[in-house]
């Protein structure tokens, strides 16, 4: 019923993630949510995204930012990083801008993925643009209300694919290894 919601792994942080074995697995491109799932909500770029974000360069990932905040809020974060395509006001869980990220980096549905911390945006969305996604737990407990009554929501479907993956004797939260 709510397999439409899963993700395709579950882990505790978006800078945990093994990005080189991704690469190495054929991916090519990373669409990221940004509040709560790289820095906590409203916030720029802090040192530890920064050095995500040259890393990602490094290994040769193309990166685009996707938000449904408005443009202000997704610059104010872009300003610290190296340079990066971004969607603001992106209108998720529709599909249009995941496709329109995709054709900016250059890259399709097998080899991009999606990370971010809201199952019925994030993750919703990216599993309907048919990307392999990632969900990350929020950096920051404190949100908007209308986010916080999402998370109400979102306990139910994460308590049964918490179920779900017990059933089938794998870890809720993947080690770092096996996200892959």
Same mark, same amino acid.
């Given at each position: 019923?709510?397999?439409?919601?899963?993700?395709?792994?579950?882990?505790?942080?978006?800078?945990?993630?093994?990005?080189?074995?991704?690469?190495?697995?054929?991916?090519? %491109?990373?669409?990221?949510?940004?509040?709560?799932?790289?820095?906590?909500?409203?916030?720029?770029?802090?040192?530890?995204?920064?050095?995500?974000?040259?890393?990602?360069?490094?290994?040769?990932?193309?990166?685009?930012?996707?938000?449904?905040?408005?443009?202000?809020?997704?610059?104010?974060?872009?300003?610290?990083?190296?340079?990066?395509?971004?969607?603001?006001?992106? %209108?998720?869980? %529709?599909?249009?801008?995941?496709?329109?990220?995709?054709?900016?980096?250059?890259?399709?549905?097998?080899?991009?993925?999606?990370?971010?911390?809201?199952?019925?945006?994030?993750?919703?969305?990216?599993?309907?643009?048919?990307?392999?996604?990632?969900?990350?737990?929020?950096?920051?407990?404190?949100?908007?209300?209308?986010?916080?009554?999402?998370?109400?929501?979102?306990?139910?479907?994460?308590?049964?694919?918490?179920?779900?993956?017990?059933?089938?004797?794998?870890?809720?939260?993947?080690?770092?290894?096996?996200?892959?």
């Amino acid at each position: 019923m709510f397999e439409k919601f899963y993700p395709s792994k579950y882990v505790k942080s978006t800078y945990e993630i093994p990005f080189e074995k991704l690469f190495e697995r054929g991916y090519r %491109g990373i669409i990221f949510d940004i509040d709560n799932t790289l820095v906590p909500h409203g916030a720029p770029a802090d040192e530890r995204a920064v050095k995500l974000f040259e890393r990602l360069q490094k290994i040769g990932f193309q990166c685009v930012l996707l938000s449904n905040n408005k443009e202000e809020r997704v610059e104010l974060f872009k300003k610290g990083i190296v340079p990066v395509h971004s969607i603001h006001k992106a %209108g998720k869980p %529709g599909i249009k801008n995941y496709v329109k990220a995709m054709e900016q980096m250059g890259t399709d549905q097998d080899n991009t993925l999606f990370i971010g911390d809201q199952l019925f945006t994030d993750v919703w969305g990216a599993k309907k643009a048919g990307l392999f996604t990632i969900l990350v737990f929020p950096i920051n407990p404190k949100e908007e209300i209308q986010i916080v009554l999402k998370r109400r929501l979102e306990y139910f479907v994460l308590r049964e694919y918490r179920r779900k993956i017990l059933k089938t004797k794998e870890k809720i939260f993947d080690s770092i290894d096996s996200i892959i």
